[in-house]
């Protein structure tokens, strides 16, 4: 694996490094020891898949608010994805501030996206599939969410005319 800093520390990418042979390739995805030594959480406690079944598709943006923050590793296991991270953290100097991947069962990226910072994402395939990995549970009472075209973070998403959930279209602008 190589991971790589991001401008919005803590946040990595993930590529792998695939070998190959005729039959294919084989690479690893995780690595309880290389992350730690990048000060990156070796335990995630829950895994969830989200499939879309049309190209244009937004999710996001969503977070776990205090005292339950998460942390997500977040890979593209079917198609393609334009994947957002959002800086929510008050005393972060990148405070509001955004940073996207192309994340495809091609490229076979991952990106781990720390706590304090919401996530979303537009599909630019159809049929893609996201899986992440999480580093606590979900708590429905601590999901919070900021609008994926709120004027404050100006994302520049890169299909426009969203398909989009009602609570993801309905969040209120984001009080800085």
């Known amino acids: 694996m190589i991971i790589s ?3 919005l520390k ?4 993930i590529d792998i490094e695939p070998a190959r042979d005729d039959r294919g390739h084989f690479a690893r995805t995780f690595c309880q020891d290389e992350f730690s030594r990048h000060g990156l959480p070796g335990n995630f406690v829950q895994c969830s ?26 890979r593209c296991t079917r198609g393609a994805v334009f994947d957002v991270m959002l800086d929510l953290r008050r005393n972060s100097e990148n405070y509001c501030r955004w940073l996207a991947f192309e994340l495809s069962a091609d490229n076979a990226r991952a990106v781990y996206i720390p706590p304090g910072f919401a996530h979303g994402f537009q599909t630019l395939s159809d049929d893609a599939e996201v899986f992440y990995q999480m580093t606590t549970a979900y708590r429905p009472d601590l999901a919070r969410g900021a609008r994926w075209n709120d004027p404050a973070f100006a994302i520049t998403w890169p299909l426009g005319d969203p398909i989009l959930s009602a609570r993801d279209a309905e969040y209120p602008d984001y009080v800085l």
């Open 49 to 74: 898949l989200s499939f879309n079944r049309r190209r244009g598709t937004l999710r996001g943006l969503h977070y776990q608010s205090e005292p339950c923050p998460e942390g997500k590793l977040v």
């Open 5 to 7: 800093e991001t401008p």
């Open 10 to 13: 803590p946040a990595c990418l």
